[in-house]
């Protein structure tokens, strides 16, 4: 069974460092998708991306957000100046319902 | 709009017993997709079950089945013999298109030796 794997599986950063989460989808998928969800709630969703551009984005998707596919496999999430409540799994998708293992994003 | 909404914040099962989640959404599209997801203590996201909204037949999984009824919008998760390791947090999902998921707000299964 194909899967997408997600790297690191654990971050710790300082509040208002840069992070960047990496997703490896599916390789002939073309829709992929970032979630998060903060302990104890709900799965949210943040982004979904195709045909290199975003096609769609949640409020939470500020301007402290960006998604890129560098190279044409990996998938990237970047939080440029982390808060602590961005605490949270992070789970990118692929294809349209597999997910990846997921990083826990921990803002100290 | 779509929603999903799962009204048992938790529940419990005896194991070998059988266990059934409820689920019901709200959409106004007529060609979607239903999932449950299994999410253990190490958070991932395990897909469990899928079913296509234009097929009547209810989809089956080994120890795991849906009852579908897409008048009432409804998808509830049958675990046959639970076992142990069925204890987790079941999230009920919708999608259309391609589109962004929409999750319930889960129910903890706790499964008792």
């Known amino acids: 069974e194909p899967e997408v794997t997600q790297t690191p599986s654990h971050q710790v950063t300082q509040m208002g460092q840069e992070v960047i989460l990496r997703c490896v989808p599916i390789?002939?998928?073309?829709?992929f998708y970032w979630y998060r969800q903060i302990l104890g709630q709900k799965v949210e969703f943040l982004v979904s991306?195709?045909?290199?551009?975003?096609?769609?984005k949640s409020e939470i998707f500020d301007d402290q957000f960006s998604v890129e596919r560098p190279d044409g496999s990996n998938f990237t999430l970047k939080i440029r100046s982390t808060k602590l409540e961005d605490s949270a799994m992070y789970f990118c998708?692929?294809?349209?319902?597999?997910f990846g293992s997921g990083t826990r994003l921990t803002v100290v | 709009a779509q929603t999903v909404t799962q009204s048992q914040p938790e529940m419990s099962v005896q194991e070998a017993e059988t266990v059934t989640l409820s689920c019901t959404y709200d959409t106004s599209e007529s060609d979607y997709y239903l999932f449950w997801y299994k999410q253990p203590p190490s958070r991932q996201m395990i897909l469990v079950i899928r079913q296509e909204a234009y097929k009547q037949q209810n989809a089956t999984e080994n120890r795991f089945s849906v009852n579908f009824q897409k008048a009432a919008k409804s998808f509830s998760l049958k675990i046959s013999d639970s076992q142990l390791g069925d204890a987790a947090m079941y999230f009920c999902a919708l999608q259309y298109n391609f589109n962004k998921f929409y999750f319930g707000s889960g129910t903890k299964l706790n499964v008792k030796p």
């Open positions: 991306f195709y045909n290199n551009e975003i096609s769609e």
């Open positions: 390789s002939n998928h073309l829709y």
């Open positions: 998708a692929s294809g349209s319902y597999t």
